[in-house]
C-alpha cells in the first residue's frame, strides 16, 4: 500500500539553528499539507500547497517557515531559526483529489534545545 | 471560523464492549467532510472513517460507526467489539468542502485518549 515517508523520525537542533524536514508524498497525489502537533496537545494546520504554490498557511506559519517541492517527489518544510517553541511532532499528509482523505506519514519529532 | 470540540479528554472500556466518543463541531458551511483519526501511542495518524456532510446515512467500517446529526453539528465514533489495538488517542476534524478555493485544511479537535483493558 502506498505510504507518505518523512525523514528524518527525531531531529534535534540548537535554536536558531536551520532545519528541514523532509517527505515523500505518495507518488499521485496532488495535494500536500504539513500540520504540527505540540506534545499533548491537538493537531494544528500549517500549510497547504498545491501546484507549487501555498494554498492557505495558518497563523502559525509566519516568515521563518517555508516550503518547498524541489522536485517531483519530496516536499520539505523549512523552519529557518528555530525557537524552543517550535518543538513538536510535524506530520506532512498529501490526497488527491482534494476532498478526498489525507494520508499521513510517521511524523518527524522536532527537539528544539 | 470553524472549530471542532471533543469534550471527552479520557475514557476507558473493557475489551469486547462497545464505547461512543463524542464531538460537535461549528460552522455555518453547508457542505464539509468529518473524519475520525487514530493515533496510537507510534503517533502516527491513521484514518479511522470519512463522512460526507451531504449523505444522510451514517459512515460504517467494520467495526467503527458514526452517528452523523447535521442539524445538532454532531459527529461521534461508535467502537464495537472494542480490541486491545484500539487503545489509542482519537481526533475528530472537520474540512470545508464548498466547491471552490478548498485548500483541503483539516481542524482537529483535542483529542480522546481512549484506553480499552483486557
Known amino acids: 500500500e502506498p505510504e507518505v515517508t518523512q525523514t528524518p523520525s527525531h531531529q534535534v537542533t540548537q535554536m536558531g539553528q536551520e532545519v528541514i524536514l523532509r517527505c515523500v508524498p505518495i507518488s499521485n497525489h496532488l495535494y500536500f499539507y504539513w500540520y504540527r502537533q505540540i506534545l499533548g496537545q491537538k493537531v494544528e494546520f500549517l500549510v497547504s500547497?498545491?501546484?507549487?504554490?501555498?494554498?492557505?498557511k495558518s497563523e502559525i506559519f509566519d516568515d521563518q517557515f517555508s516550503v518547498e517541492r524541489p522536485d517531483g517527489s519530496n516536499f520539505t518544510l523549512k523552519i529557518r531559526s528555530t525557537k524552543l517553541e517550535d518543538s513538536a511532532m510535524y506530520f506532512c499528509a498529501s490526497s488527491n483529489p482534494i476532498g478526498a482523505i489525507q494520508y499521513f506519514g510517521a511524523g518527524t519529532r522536532l527537539s528544539v534545545l | 471560523a470553524q472549530t471542532v470540540t471533543q469534550s471527552q479528554p479520557e475514557m476507558s472500556v473493557q475489551e469486547a464492549e462497545t464505547v461512543t466518543l463524542s464531538c460537535t463541531y461549528d460552522t455555518s458551511e453547508s457542505n464539509y467532510y468529518l473524519f475520525w483519526y487514530k493515533q496510537p501511542p507510534s503517533r502516527q495518524m491513521i484514518l479511522v472513517i470519512r463522512q460526507e456532510a451531504y449523505k444522510q446515512q451514517n459512515a460504517t467500517e467494520n467495526r467503527f460507526s458514526v452517528n452523523f446529526q447535521k442539524a445538532a453539528k454532531s459527529f461521534s465514533l461508535k467502537i464495537s467489539d472494542s480490541q486491545l489495538g484500539d487503545t489509542a488517542m482519537y481526533f475528530c476534524?472537520?474540512?470545508?468542502?464548498?466547491?471552490?478555493?478548498?485548500?483541503?485544511?483539516?481542524?482537529f479537535g483535542q483529542g480522546t485518549t481512549l484506553q480499552v483493558k483486557p
Open positions: 500547497f498545491y501546484n507549487n504554490e501555498i494554498s492557505e
Open positions: 476534524a472537520f474540512m470545508i468542502w464548498d466547491g471552490s478555493g478548498n485548500t483541503g485544511k483539516l481542524i
